[in-house]
């Protein structure tokens, strides 16, 4: 089946430590995306990719690093420097980066710092 | 300045009831996309409906319709005959042509069905 994956569901981290999360798409689409969500809030775009080996900033990428090196995959480092990680993330993906075209997220992955 | 405002935080209904989910939204540009998404408590988001600017017809998915009103700039998500799996939070969210590859997502609404 088609769809986006995220590992692990659940991320425990200590205080200084980078954490990595993992996305994978095999719906063969060109744009990949990143967001937070803090409890009852809406989502906030970390940063986002059109295409390989190209990404760009969104709205709170301070702490945050990604690579794209692979169509199907986006992984986002959660470094030492994102003073308060603790929320959900859900990575997300879409044909191409066009208004008309939907986004598609997968299950998420929820980080605590201990 | 809000792209995307959900005036209700949360809504009861009654199981079979229809209900009217508020989003009302900012942008200049001509050409974007509006969309909604259901989040269950299992935390992912599932894609309910999309209109685009230049739809004269407002969607509808099954259960799911969206009310445009371009003029008055909002588009209203309409559930009819309600369902208990309905329970969830639901985001109103907008994608500009200028700025297409980035999302802007409202606050969100709390539905609640009520057997």
């Known amino acids: 089946d088609g769809g986006i994956t995220q590992s692990p569901k659940y991320l425990f981290r200590k205080e200084g430590q980078n954490v990595t999360l993992s996305c994978e798409q095999n719906?063969?689409?060109?744009?990949m995306y990143w967001y937070r969500q803090d409890p009852g809030q809406g989502l906030r775009l970390i940063y986002y990719s059109q295409i390989v080996n190209d990404f760009q900033k969104g709205d709170i990428a301070e702490g945050y690093s990604v690579s794209r090196e692979k169509k199907e995959s986006f992984p986002l480092t959660v470094t030492s420097a994102q003073k308060n990680p603790t929320a959900f993330y859900l990575c997300?993906?879409?044909?191409?980066?066009?208004?008309?075209?939907?986004?598609?997220f997968g299950p998420g992955t929820r980080l605590t710092v201990l | 300045a809000q792209k995307i405002t959900q005036t209700q935080p949360g809504m009861f209904v009654q199981e079979k009831e229809a209900v009217t989910l508020d989003c009302t939204y900012d942008?200049?540009?001509?050409?974007?996309?509006l969309f909604w998404y259901k989040q269950p408590s299992s935390g992912e988001m599932i894609f309910l409906i999309y209109?685009?600017?230049?739809?004269?017809q407002n969607a509808t998915e099954g259960r799911y319709s969206l009310n445009f009103q371009k003029a008055r700039k909002s588009a209203n998500l309409v559930i009819s005959a309600s369902q208990l799996g309905d329970s969830a939070m639901y985001f109103c969210?907008?994608?500009?042509?200028?700025?297409?590859?980035?999302?802007?997502f409202g606050p969100g609404t709390r539905l609640s069905v009520l057997p």
């Open positions: 942008t200049s540009d001509q050409s974007y996309g």
């Open positions: 209109q685009g600017s230049y739809d004269e």
């Open positions: 969210a907008m994608r500009e042509e200028i700025y297409g590859q980035n999302f802007v």
């Open positions: 719906l063969n689409h060109d744009a």
């Open positions: 997300a993906s879409s044909r191409t980066g066009l208004s008309t075209d939907t986004q598609y």
